[in-house]
């Protein structure tokens, strides 16, 4: 009797659906499981490989069935698109799944750990922390100035302002100072847990190897090493340091035909928070290379040759692909000499 070679299987909150074919191609197994049933249905499977689209439970499921002697790997799911027939349907898209993990041309997801994935969870919580904050800013500066009351731009105009609010309440009418007061309130508050965030992130930093190596690179922080370690945790995924910067979206769209080969603006795929961290650290190493005229030779001919925000990206490209080079190898950054 054939055995399941491999098997694809859709996730979903409750029902789960599975597509088991022998190695030879034929369908074994095509059936709805409970998810009570999905670690019963893999306990009884000789070890095979499974294919799992890349979602928000995929990492989950991905350890648990990895922890029962089977191959996993996980697939964006906009890879696994081109494989799916006619019609959209659980049963259809566990076909494309088990039919597009055994393709040798495609890419693979990294199954994270319990620690990657927690903290990982610190940073996305901080950042809708500080969404948050600006929000309030934005809407306690613009309601002050309803009063005629100006805040200057940055942290020390919001304090000025909060201290002036709660010094001097007389100067706004009482409904308007119990609406600010709790805008206020609420403002410090997220501070202080943004702060409480940020210190877990960097008692992660320094108990981690990769993050440490990486926070040595210029533009690289704790909380930017933290996010790249816990996001791409195995550097063999890419061939180069250009598959991983294209990975994160920082190189160019390419839009050509017919021998007329087109390039737009970055493509912005992958993962825009991580994206976003690289843009805005080498936004500092630029600020910081023309305060001080330093910086080396390939950043000055950089702002000489392009916009500041085009540079900011190129330059962030470069360091994505250094942060490759000390993942794959172990090794620690080195400073160009003059």
Known sequence: MQEVAVVGLDLAKNVFQVHGVASDGAVLVRRQLRRTQVLDFFRALSPCLVGIEACASAHHWGRELIALGHEVRLMPPAYVKAYLKRGKTDAADAEAIAEAVTRPTMRFVAVKSRDQQAVLMLHKARDLLVRQRTMLINALRGHLGEFGIIAAQGAAGVEAAKRALREDPGQLP?????????????????????????????????????????????????????????????????????QFAAWLGLTPRAHSSGGKERQAGISKMGDSYLRRLLVVGATAVLRQSRQKASGGTWIQGLLDRKKPKVAAVALANKTARIAWVLMSRGESYRPATA
């Open 174 to 242: 009482e409904l308007a100072q119990l609406a600010l007061m709790g805008l206020a309130d609420q403002l410090d508050r997220l501070t202080a847990e943004i702060a409480n965030l940020e210190r877990r992130i960097l008692t992660w930093h320094r108990q981690d190897a990769v993050s440490q190596r990486l926070a040595s690179i210029p533009g690289i922080g704790p909380i930017t090493a933290s996010a790249m370690a816990a996001s791409a945790p195995d550097p063999a995924l890419f061939r180069s340091g250009r």
